[in-house]
């Protein structure tokens, strides 16, 4: 488990990250906090010539409120998220994700950009990111761009990253109001594992916490890239939440799911657990918004 | 009453491996080491047409590269523990691979890093066979076969009919019959197996640093070089980190012995978690149990039948012994009058077989206690009634089994009660209820297991009729220097079993000296005595016994030196603190200092005939042992028994089968305590690695003989955060055959814990009339059996 040889080098701003991603004579791979770069290295499963370290360019670790959104840097470590007044304010769901990705340890390595572009299928900040809708902001020697991240997500571990671009920023859209509500479940073997299903959601009632005015419910891990739910959707807006609804509204679910068997459970398994565990998130995000946390 | 043995003392390493000061085999350091990386076959079965290493070669750096040809003209094969003469083994494929991650070629050079990109470039010409993975499969006549010119993938396939099997069934009211699974899992350190060898062209030494647990180590390396035994220097100062049974790197101490000589460097092989995962050969016992058992009424189980297949993988080394050792204990805790066993060792195309904790008794374990729960389901009646009616009562020993060997002691009522009153096991029947009221299954797990402790290896002889072995006996050296203090030396590594402790603790005891002040190293293999390693529960029986007895003869030593000195005799002296005193002037005493003067520098005081020096040695006999299985394999196997019951509750998220252990507890009986800390950590930390085989560890092969789990990723071990809060009970029957009436304890939580979780989940299930006896009991698995025939559609509903 030694790596295959490599160059590496660390620049100390955007510019020279792009100016060297823009040499397509050499195979450039940004390494941010490395927590899964890294061991593919050592197996030899991802061989880059050159690893261009992004986490010593300080316009990319800002977490940064505007009106409308949180634009957190590519290079926030994942534990800063976790631990950020702000984020813990204005993206509750983000909040209640992250204490499940993967361990303190690796948190404190990890960044928010880097596991959006890692794009693996059961990564709790993808699923996060497809559920509140957020925007990448990308950067190359040619300029900005800007790209929603369902857009983004090509297909398992594959992304419309060029080789040339490094991701900046994420912008995630507020959602905290007073009739606001998130869930977040998962499933693993052991605690801290990667997901082997997840289902988040985040839904706001009417003023009197009575009907689902709006709700985005996703699931991650049950298909190559995460899948918003949009029969289970449909069939809940205007409704009360009651179980019984949510019961029958997640029966749809299952059916955009195209999982694969793997050791841990089976394709069915995953089919048959999705269902359950979003039942479970918007349950949860119901009673989330229905409980007085927001009397303060 | 003692002054140090069962008292609660820290540990003497503790404070060295706390503060990062162990000495780890990756920490040797020799001037011009050189590293090896392996080639691994990509396939299961194929014939090797060439190996092409001209471009590894050509890469600066690299010193060489060996195929398995070159080491197979140059070294023997490894010796079969089984009678299987035609199955032969080198180090490395020769002609042909056996399974998947089997090594083909190794690299040796100035760096690890291109060592690996050395491997790379060797060009191995693969031509593909024909294989077999599941071992039922290849007991037909027409599979593949792994070993041709053995002519059957069937290495060991032996009958034993112990008592009157066939009269017990008959007169028998009832008889069922159901399969057990046990799952290829093993011990995993952190630590995996490492060597550095190097040979000394001056000396003609072969010095050899390895992270080693393993009997005949030495032998094993001399035989397999075809070298004198004395010129292998076998260093046991170096730390193991973590074993249990796995760390035996036979084959890796060959290739880089091999290499070490050929080239006259150090050479130094570590594997990394791939190398270790897929072609260590450490993988443990794969099993399926055919079980019958013959039972009465009123519980009363007069008669089992147990068909043992196990999946030795493509070697024939030590794993398949492991059907031998539950002999000693194939009865389990119980009263049985007769037993079949039919032991069956088979050969598929994955992974070789190493000895793991408990040589083979844990999955036997779960296997009767399977049959136990599943009698009292059959008769309606209570779990724990039927094991209470079944134990060895306290005054029935020594309780001999039919397969011959006795159980020394035990009080195992007194220890179920002790058990069921720290587990409030009368009111967990409510708390299953509360758990099930919130839609979750839960279940109840009560078992009472053994651990057959300090053996005499007779289960090879029992296995392979040309195998003589009666004993296993273990040696220390205690010396006192001429300033007063001791040293104790010991032939052995230790992988995390607290050895100095135990030596020091009991040479303390005997001789009045605190063990702080006591120092235990390690020899060599060339320096060392009679010994057998740590396996089998053995060293606070025998390496205990023989501190015990070597530090009794310095005892006698130093008093009759006392003796002359103080003009009495031995049998009026007292040991007090730090010497000795006559008994009845008490003011009249002598130092341990003033005699190690004395024996050391002044003859004139010494008494006529005794030489000089204050050293002894003490080899410790395996107690019951030393008689040859009979015709019909009935022999004493182990001299002490340790007792346990395990009683938890789990509860099951039936939608996504994922099992949590809200309540553990295991009241155990290992004789006498020896150090407090060290047993707690033993029984501990050996149910959280039964909960790892019960619930998540298995290396799974698919169809096409890969494996699936060859990382941490994939082969899961419980961290902390699965592993409950387990609450302890102990109590203490000593064995009447060891010097402190200690018995075994480094295998007995590994020993009780698949069973009480398999036997929870499967009281758990009961309400939905399902059973699962197939281990690990994963959560996708159980989850998909659970759901049954709700499949997508009617779950989608119309």
Known sequence: MKSAPFEYVRPQNLHDVCQLLSDSAIDSRVIAGGQTLVPLMAMRLARPERLVDITHVDELADIVETEDTIRIGACVRQRSAERSPVIHQHLPLLSKALPNVGHQQTRNRGTIGGSICNADPTAEIVLTAVTLGATLNLQSINGPRSVCVTDFLVDAMETSIADNECLVSIDFPKTRTKNSGCGFVEVNARASDYAIVAAAVSLTLDERHEKCTHISACIGGASSVPVMTAETQNSLLGSELTDQEIEAAVSHAARQLTPMDDVHASGMYRKRVAAELLARAIREARDDCRSDRHAH | ??????????????????????????????????????????????????????????????????????????????????????????????????????????????????????????????????????????????????????????????????????????????????????????????????????????????????????????????????????????????????????????????????????????????????????????????????????????GTINSLGIVAIDDAGANSSRGPLQLGKPVSAICGPYRINSVYYHAISVATNKSGQSAVRGFGQSPTNVAIEACVDRV???????????????????????????????????????????????????????????????????????????????????????????????????????????????????????????????????????????????????????????????????????????ASGAAGKLKTRLATIAAHALDTSPDQLELIEGGFRVAVTPAKSITFAELAIIAHREDHRMPANLEPGLQETFVMQVPTGGELPTPDGVVQMYPCYSFACHICRVEIDPATGKTHIPEYVIAHDCGTVINPDIVRGMVIGGAAHGIGAALYEKFEYNEDGQLLTGSFADYLIPSALEIPDIKLDEHCTPSPHTSHGQKGVGEGGYLGAPAAIACAVNDALVPLGLERWELPLRMGELADQIAGGQTLGNLLGP
């Not at chain 2, 035609?86 to 090594?103: I, K, L, N, S, T």
């Not at chain 2, 290829?184 to 197996?193: D, G, L």
């Not at chain 2, 006795?406 to 758990?435: F, H, I, N, P």
């Not at chain 2, 029992?462 to 072995?469: E, I």
């Open chain 2, 376 to 546: 009292a389901r059959f008769l309606n009646l209570d779990r724990l009634e039927v094991r209470r009616r079944n134990l060895v009562k306290k005054d029935e020993f020594p309780w001999r089994i039919p397969s011959g060997s006795s159980y020394d002691s035990g009080d195992y009522l007194a220890v179920v009660e002790k058990a069921v009153s720290l587990s409030e096991l009368g009111t967990m029947g409510a708390r299953v209820e509360q758990a099930r009221s919130q839609g979750l299954l839960s279940g109840i797990g009560v078992v009472t297991t053994l651990e057959p402790g300090g053996g005499n290896s007779s289960f090879e002889p029992l296995l392979n009729p040309k195998n003589t072995t009666t004993t296993w006996p273990e040696s220390c050296v205690v010396k006192m220097d001429r300033t007063g203090l001791i040293t104790a030396m010991i032939t052995t590594s230790t992988s995390g079993q607290g050895h100095q402790t135990l030596v020091a603790t009991i040479i303390g005891e005997e001789l009045r000296v605190d063990p702080d002040s006591i120092r235990v190293v390690h020899l060599d293999t060339l320096t060392g005595m009679p010994g057998n390693t740590p396996v089998a529960s053995r060293m606070a029986i025998m390496l205990g016994g023989a």
């Open chain 2, 1 to 298: 009453m003692t002054h140090y043995v069962s008292k609660k003392r820290r540990p003497k390493e503790d404070g060295r491996f706390i503060t990062g000061r162990g000495k780890f085999v990756a920490d040797i350091k020799r001037p011009g080491m050189t590293h090896v990386a392996m080639v691994q076959s990509p396939v299961p079965s194929a014939r090797l047409k060439s190996i092409d290493t001209s471009r590894a070669l050509a890469l600066p750096g690299v010193l060489d590269v060996i195929t398995g040809e070159e080491l197979a003209a140059h070294t023997r094969p490894h010796q079969n523990a089984l009678d299987t003469p035609e199955v032969v083994v080198y180090p490395m494929a020769v002609d042909r691979v056996r399974f998947a991650g089997e090594w083909v070629a190794a690299v040796v050079a100035t760096s690890r890093h291109i060592a690996e990109d050395a491997a790379e470039l060797v060009d191995v010409d693969y031509e593909l066979t024909d294989f077999v993975v599941d071992p039922e499969q290849a007991m037909l006549s027409h599979a593949p076969l792994v070993h041709e010119a053995h002519g059957s993938n069937i290495l060991l396939s032996r009958e034993f009919v112990w008592g009157p099997v066939d009269d017990d069934a008959k007169r028998s009211e009832h008889k069922i019959g159901f399969r057990v699974r046990w799952g290829r899992n093993a011990t995993v350190p952190i630590e995996t197996f490492g060597v550095v060898a190097q040979w000394d062209e001056g000396s003609g030494i072969l010095d050899i640093w390895a992270s080693i647990q393993m009997p005949s180590y030495a032998e094993s390396i001399a035989a397999m070089l075809d070298i004198p035994l004395n010129t292998v220097r076998a260093h046991y100062d170096v730390d193991v980190g973590g074993s249990y049974g796995v760390k035996r790197g036979l084959k890796h101490t060959i290739v880089a012995a091999y290499l070490s000589r050929k080239h006259g460097v150090p050479v130094r092989y570590i594997e990394d978690r791939l190398e270790n995962m897929t072609g260590g050969e450490m993988h443990g016992p794969d099993r399926i149990f055919d079980m019958t058992v013959a039972f009465d009424d009123d």
